[in-house]
T-cell receptor, first 113, second 116 residues
Framework: NAGVMQNPRHLVRRRGQEARLRCSPM?????VYWYRQLPEEGLKFMVY????????ESGMPKERFSAEFPKEGPSILRIQQVVRGDSAAYFC???????????FGPGTRLTVL | SQKIEQNSEALNIQEGKTATLTCNYT??????LQWYRQDPGRGPVFLLL?????KEKRKERLKVTFDTTLKQSLFHITASQPADSATYLC???????????????FGQGTELSVKP
């Protein structure tokens, strides 16, 4: 039973470029969450999505960040016009129902040069 | 706003001893609390979930307690091993207070080091 998968594992972008992070939830899970972990800081909630719907985006920065979870395919976290402050580890988690245990992926480490 | 605090200092113990980690929260009463383990460069791994009506929960060498009066959870690892060295995170779902849930807030984590 494959766990949560994220790709790429490492992503390097120059300032002003776009970053796309992908997340495939565990089989049978329809709830996806994105978290960000800045260097030397704790995990911070960004957004919660259920197939085709954004349920809670209270942790998303107002500009440049967006997320989607289409009917088919992985969830995508998109960061436009990246800045150095976006450098962090981005983790995706999934669950089969809510509220319930969330299972995390290995993360994508974004470095902005 | 909701706040979770964990031992900010690293915990160093000798192999075979019991490690006890603390998680304190303020401002609300969660329905459940979760503990995760995180190794450097890896994603958090779920360990245990304890509900508000459960005082204690065990899984192999792990034990979690949940005191809703003190607003505190304790996480114990008995007969600790060097392989238990990691950062341990506690998390609460605050989303259930305004929608169906899902928004976890995490403590800063406590770094545990078990020496042989």
């Amino acid at each position: 039973n494959a766990g949560v998968m994220q790709n790429p594992r490492h992503l390097v972008r120059r300032r002003g470029q776009e970053a796309r992070l992908r997340c495939s939830p565990m089989k049978g899970h329809s709830h996806v969450y994105w978290y960000r972990q800045l260097p030397e800081e704790g995990l911070k909630f960004m957004v919660y999505l259920q197939k085709e719907n954004i349920i809670d985006e209270s942790g998303m920065p107002k500009e440049r960040f967006s997320a989607e979870f289409p009917k088919e395919g992985p969830s995508i976290l998109r960061i436009q016009q990246v800045v150095r402050g976006d450098s962090a580890a981005y983790f995706c988690a999934s669950s089969s129902r809510v509220p319930d245990t969330q299972y995390f992926g290995p993360g994508t480490r974004l470095t902005v040069l | 706003s909701q706040k979770i605090e964990q031992n900010s200092e690293a915990l160093n113990i000798q192999e075979g001893k019991t490690a006890t980690l603390t998680c304190n929260y303020t401002n609300y009463s969660p329905a459940y609390l979760q503990w995760y383990r995180q190794d450097p460069g890896r994603g958090p791994v779920f360990l245990l979930l304890i509900r508000e009506n459960e005082k204690e929960k065990r899984k192999e060498r792990l034990k979690v307690t949940f005191d809703t009066t003190l607003k505190q959870s304790l996480f114990h690892i008995t007969a600790s091993q060097p392989a238990d060295s990691a950062t341990y995170l506690c998390a609460l779902d605050v989303g259930i207070f305004y929608n169906q849930g899902g928004k976890l807030i995490f403590g800063q984590g406590t770094e545990l080091s078990v020496k042989p």
